[in-house]
């Protein structure tokens, strides 16, 4: 056990003998290692969720690919860049389904943040992966837009970055619950400003929420696994309650490693000719 740990667990609960902080940490550990074990299962179905729907999505062959008006109003088949969309990619990606591909997601983790504490934990459970598959089919996308080799790039840069910075959260001895506050509202900006660009379409302003959005997520992963470790040591949670609280936990870890991801690709990933 750490200094730190120490520290915090003595903060906590007192002075302690030296076996019950022991155990103490190493239910801790056992938390955090349930949150980390929820959060890479969901990035997991994420990810073979997203080539799932891109493979379903593409074709080489123009016969075999959805039927589209084209300008001009002529129909030809449907394609994204130099890609031919099948019937499937064409209801996912174009047609007014993308909506709900797109929205779906959001409207699962209001009843996951609202409705957590009414749920059993296989619900909350199933609801998680659920959501990681909407998230996997929304991002199938990025196949499309970015070269195969650069998105592998990111995703290892990102899990590097991420690892560093839950490592950093979880052992520094600085307080950090100072700047939660601040990265809430710098998260609500990037929210409203990206919105605005939908309709602006910008690429100077998307340059800028990819740059401010990679600090904010950066920030929140340190800030966020701080918290998981301090609510278990001074929530003395068990049962159904632990239970929820590491699906919760993998959730907010599991969002920033998504949004960290995609900001970095935007930065650094390279388009499709």
Do not use: C
């Amino acid at each position: 056990m750490s200094d730190y740990e120490r520290q915090t667990i003595g903060a906590a609960y007192g002075t302690v003998p030296r076996a019950e902080a022991a155990a103490i940490d190493a239910g801790l550990r056992a938390y955090m290692l349930r949150v980390y074990n929820y959060m890479v299962l969901g990035l997991a179905i994420t990810g073979l969720a997203a080539l799932g729907i891109y493979m379903l999505s593409v074709t080489g062959d123009p016969a075999s690919a959805a039927r589209a008006v084209m300008r001009g109003g002529v129909e030809g088949p449907a394609r994204i860049g130099s890609m031919y969309l099948t019937p499937i990619g064409y209801a996912v990606f174009v047609s007014p389904l993308k909506w709900l591909v797109m929205l779906a997601p959001l409207g699962l983790v209001f009843a996951l943040s609202f409705g957590v504490e009414r749920m059993r934990p296989a619900t909350a459970q199933m609801l998680f992966w659920v959501y990681a598959a909407l998230v996997g089919l929304s991002l199938g996308s990025i196949f499309m837009v970015f070269t195969h080799t650069s998105i592998v790039r990111v995703f290892f840069i990102t899990a590097a970055s991420f690892g560093a910075l839950g490592l950093w959260g979880y052992t520094t001895q600085k307080d950090l619950s100072g700047m939660g506050s601040f990265l809430i509202m710098g998260l609500f900006g990037i929210i409203i400003a990206s919105l605005v660009n939908i309709f602006l379409g910008s690429t100077m302003m998307q340059f800028i929420i990819s740059v401010i959005g990679v600090l904010v997520f950066a920030g929140l992963t340190a800030y966020d696994t701080q918290r998981l470790k301090n609510e278990y040591i001074y929530g003395a949670m068990e049962g159904d309650v632990m239970e929820r609280s590491a699906i919760m936990g993998a959730l907010s870890l599991y969002l920033n490693f998504i949004n960290l991801f995609t900001m970095l690709l935007q930065l650094f990933g390279q388009r499709e000719e």
